[in-house]
């Protein structure tokens, strides 16, 4: 169903992103790693765990693990360990190589850490050992630059299974921050220097797309199509998969009129964005960053941007500062450039901005 809000797991439900499912599926039987880029609420989640699903059919196992929230080493073995553990059938055949490992041991829910000690040295371990059993793999990492804080160790565990594994393939997701980049862009000093992914950038749907999306999914409820409504959903709401995704579930599954249904996702995305807002500020300049944005809801070239951000802290700030954390918000997705200005762009973030 197109308007259901969980991820999508099979090809027919997800709308528009056809070529790029095909895409990742036959990168990953090439042996290629995959990165999968995109803003928020635009489908990467769907477009990974749908290949996943095609790929199992090929014979793939597939571990997929959301690191969203997820903190330093020990966060990122606990999270590979429950991975594995949901893989269907695979238990007896670790059984005995866990056995062997001494941060690990194996009860009745499966594989259990005694010990988070040495975690990414037990990684190693465990991934070492599903490697030698000569299945192909798929690993997801989804929301991967959280573990931008353990980077540099991470680049070496993912260099030690590139070299050694090559029945395990990855894939990654996330906003272009930090260990996205260097993912995307190692340096020659780098681990993963001459092995990187292989960029899928998701775009939001063009206007064309978003109406037909909405209308196909009425259609499928067998729910009337109101054209100016459809339209005047778009125009609010903008052509992110996500929020025309929720519109569609409030208006056609929940039967909320249009503007109850439109409102509803409002709430809702403000709600999202506010999170994820406060998640990105966080161990970051709140003041700057949050100034940046607010004189970023119309677009604003650099001097205007500068302007603004002196006004509301009340004296001169240097350059370097307005650069740097426009790089950063547009790493993170929240603002794009055209041209010369710069303009948050997600109608969800507006709203929280503007509260």
């Given at each position: 169903?197109?308007?259901?809000?969980?991820?999508?797991?099979?090809?027919?439900?997800?709308?528009?992103?056809?070529?790029?499912?095909?895409?990742?599926?036959?990168?990953?039987?090439?042996?290629?790693?995959?990165?999968?880029?995109?803003?928020?609420?635009?489908?990467?989640?769907?477009?990974?765990?749908?290949?996943?699903?095609?790929?199992?059919?090929?014979?793939?196992?597939?571990?997929?693990?959301?690191?969203?929230?997820?903190?330093?080493?020990?966060?990122?073995?606990?999270?590979?360990?429950e991975?594995?553990?949901?893989?269907?059938?695979?238990?007896?055949?670790?059984?005995?190589?866990?056995?062997?490992?001494?941060?690990?041991?194996?009860?009745?829910?499966?594989?259990?850490?005694?010990?988070?000690?040495?975690?990414?040295?037990?990684?190693?371990?465990?991934?070492?050992?599903?490697?030698r059993?000569?299945?192909?793999?798929?690993?997801?990492?989804?929301?991967?630059?959280?573990?931008?804080?353990?980077?540099?160790?991470?680049h070496?565990?993912?260099?030690?299974?590139?070299?050694?594994?090559?029945?395990?393939?990855?894939?990654?997701?996330?906003?272009?921050?930090?260990?996205?980049?260097?993912?995307?862009?190692?340096?020659?000093?780098?681990?993963?220097?001459?092995?990187?992914?292989?960029?899928?950038?998701?775009?939001?749907?063009?206007?064309?797309?978003?109406?037909?999306?909405?209308?196909?999914?009425?259609?499928?409820?067998?729910?009337?199509?109101?054209?100016?409504?459809?339209?005047?959903?778009?125009?609010?709401?903008?052509?992110?998969?996500?929020?025309?995704?929720?519109?569609?579930?409030?208006?056609?599954?929940?039967?909320?009129?249009?503007?109850?249904?439109?409102?509803?996702?409002?709430?809702?995305?403000?709600?999202?964005?506010?999170?994820?807002?406060?998640?990105?500020?966080?161990?970051?300049?709140?003041?700057t960053?949050?100034?940046?944005?607010?004189?970023?809801?119309?677009?604003?070239?650099?001097?205007?941007?500068?302007?603004?951000?002196?006004?509301?802290?009340?004296?001169?700030?240097?350059?370097?500062?307005?650069?740097s954390?426009?790089?950063?918000?547009?790493?993170?997705?929240?603002?794009?450039?055209?041209n010369?200005?710069?303009?948050?762009?997600?109608?969800?973030?507006?709203?929280?901005l503007?509260?």
């Amino acid at each position: 169903m197109l308007f259901d809000l969980h991820p999508k797991l099979h090809p027919e439900e997800l709308y528009g992103r056809e070529r790029e499912v095909e895409e990742v599926v036959r990168l990953v039987k090439l042996g290629n790693w995959v990165l999968v880029l995109g803003p928020r609420m635009v489908g990467k989640t769907s477009l990974m765990r749908t290949a996943c699903s095609l790929l199992e059919k090929e014979g793939f196992r597939t571990a997929y693990i959301n690191l969203w929230g997820v903190k330093g080493s020990a966060g990122f073995l606990t999270a590979l360990v429950e991975s594995i553990n949901s893989v269907k059938g695979i238990f007896d055949k670790l059984k005995e190589a866990i056995l062997n490992i001494e941060e690990l041991s194996v009860g009745t829910s499966g594989i259990q850490l005694k010990t988070t000690r040495k975690p990414l040295s037990t990684a190693w371990k465990l991934l070492s050992a599903i490697g030698r059993l000569k299945d192909r793999w798929l690993v997801v990492l989804d929301e991967v630059q959280e573990l931008a804080a353990i980077s540099a160790q991470l680049h070496k565990l993912l260099a030690n299974v590139f070299n050694s594994y090559p029945n395990i393939i990855f894939i990654f997701s996330g906003s272009m921050f930090g260990l996205i980049k260097t993912l995307l862009n190692p340096s020659q000093s780098s681990p993963l220097y001459g092995r990187k992914p292989t960029p899928i950038k998701l775009q939001h749907f063009t206007r064309k797309q978003a109406l037909d999306f909405l209308r196909r999914g009425f259609m499928e409820l067998r729910v009337g199509v109101n054209e100016d409504q459809l339209a005047d959903a778009v125009d609010r709401l903008g052509t992110s998969p996500g929020w025309l995704t929720l519109y569609g579930n409030y208006a056609a599954v929940q039967r909320l009129n249009h503007e109850e249904a439109v409102d509803e996702v409002i709430k809702e995305g403000v709600k999202i964005m506010k999170a994820e807002l406060e998640h990105y500020l966080e161990d970051r300049d709140r003041e700057t960053h949050l100034a940046v944005l607010k004189a970023c809801l119309t677009p604003a070239t650099w001097t205007e941007i500068k302007k603004a951000v002196e006004r509301k802290k009340g004296y001169q700030v240097n350059d370097a500062t307005i650069q740097s954390t426009l790089q950063e918000l547009q790493a993170a997705m929240l603002i794009e450039k055209t041209n010369k200005t710069y303009m948050v762009m997600d109608p969800m973030l507006k709203a929280l901005l503007t509260m």
